[in-house]
């Protein structure tokens, strides 16, 4: 087991008594390009990171035990709290006409909360998987994975897409994955940094948002009003010749999403022959996008971005839904030092919070713990 899940089972333990029956873990993920694509219909290419939420299960009531906060919650009434994405999910697989009987589960994690690295997806598909597992549905994970954006959407209340949960649930270690995000078809897409020389830096700037608050939806609406403009079902559809039809925000956030599509495509196809100069010249066209059509950047961000640029990053952008969070690097190895320290000082001569830093590898999606 790892060492998320042994947390979440000796919670259990302390907590409830006996052994767990079982226990699953969800990792977080970055996404490396294609971002506010996937409510449009659009292609991402997110990746699991070596960072999980792990929950042990049992049988009967006691509710629900956060080990990271020290509480715990009725498994009932919603409340605002971290409880809403397990109860979602287990009221989402009661909406999909799945019976759900008493259990009891303790959660632990090392996700960083808050800070774009979707550890409200952890949460759910650890808890998807375990449900599934221990009630003996069968669900296949890419119906998991719906099930799970649904309680986001409907119980939680974040319009958010696919992407989260899909690359929670069906990443594979080494791998990224691109997701049509109209048919849901899912590729794995082998990504070998280190044989590369490179290293993939994250900057947690520290600013944190949860999505509800934020202009998530207010993006999401645009789209959907700049699509029905067009006459189109979702802006998956729309060419780059429809964008003259557009004007004011509608034309920014669908220009956007148009060249962001075409980004993730290119992305995939130069990733073939490993060629990662013109990967990063993509992640930097992405990230002005998201900066000057979608306006989802900040200050710190963009500062994570051009520092990194100025040390040796081949690229770099925000990642995730923007508004503070967390953005990523494509550092050539022997410069992760130089690019980290000398993004710490730019924050602090602008008076930033002082930002965190990781390096993460392509790591597996939601497994079930063994042993
Ligand atoms: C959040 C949402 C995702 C996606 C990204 C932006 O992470 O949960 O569905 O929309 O923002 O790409």
Redesign the pocket.
């Known amino acids: 087991m790892r060492e998320t899940e042994q947390k979440a089972a000796k919670a259990y333990t302390e907590k409830f008594g006996g052994d767990p029956d079982l226990v699953a873990s969800g990792p977080g993920r970055i996404?490396l390009i294609?971002?506010?694509?996937?409510?449009n219909g659009g292609f991402?290419l997110p990746c699991a990171i070596d960072r999980r939420i792990a929950v042990a299960v049992g049988k009967g009531e006691g509710g629900l035990y956060s080990a990271d906060f020290d509480e715990t919650r009725e498994a009932g009434e919603k409340d605002d709290s971290w409880a809403d994405y397990p109860r979602g999910v287990a009221w989402a697989m009661e909406h999909g006409g799945y019976e759900i009987e008493a259990f009891k589960a303790a959660f632990a994690g090392d996700v960083p909360l808050g800070s774009?690295l979707?550890s409200s997806?952890a949460i759910e598909t650890a808890t998807a998987l375990a449900l599934d597992a221990f009630f003996g549905f069968d669900i296949g994970r890419k119906d998991l994975a719906v099930l799970c954006q649904r309680a986001?959407n409907d119980y939680v209340g974040?319009a958010?897409?696919?992407?989260?949960q899909y690359a929670s649930l069906l990443c594979k270690a080494g791998a990224a994955l691109l997701v049509d995000c109209r048919s849901l078809e899912a590729t794995s897409v082998p990504l070998d940094l280190a044989a590369a020389g490179l290293a993939l830096v994250v900057c947690d700037t520290r600013v944190e948002r949860g999505?509800a608050d934020t202009g998530?939806n207010d993006r999401r609406a645009t789209c959907e009003r700049a699509a029905r403009t067009l006459g189109i079902e979702e802006l998956r559809d729309a060419r780059d010749e429809d964008l003259d039809r557009l004007s004011a925000q509608e034309l920014k956030r669908a220009r956007h999403v148009v060249s962001e599509n075409a980004r993730v495509l290119a992305a995939v196809e130069v990733l073939k022959n490993g060629d990662f100069d013109e990967f990063g010249r993509l992640m930097y066209a992405s990230h002005a996008s998201l900066r000057d059509d979608y306006e989802v950047s900040t200050p710190e961000l963009d500062t994570f971005v051009e520092t990194a640029k100025e040390h040796g990053a081949k690229g770099a952008r925000l990642t995730?839904?923007?508004f503070g969070g967390c953005a990523i690097a494509l550092v050539p190895q022997a410069q992760t030092d130089e690019a980290t320290e000398a993004c710490g000082r730019a924050f602090a001569e602008q008076d930033f919070e002082e930002p965190a830093f990781y390096e993460f590898v392509p790591a597996a999606g939601a497994e079930l713990a063994s042993g």
């Open positions: 996404n294609g971002e506010h694509t996937d409510y991402v774009g979707s997806a986001e974040v958010s897409g696919v992407m989260d999505l998530y995730g839904a923007g």
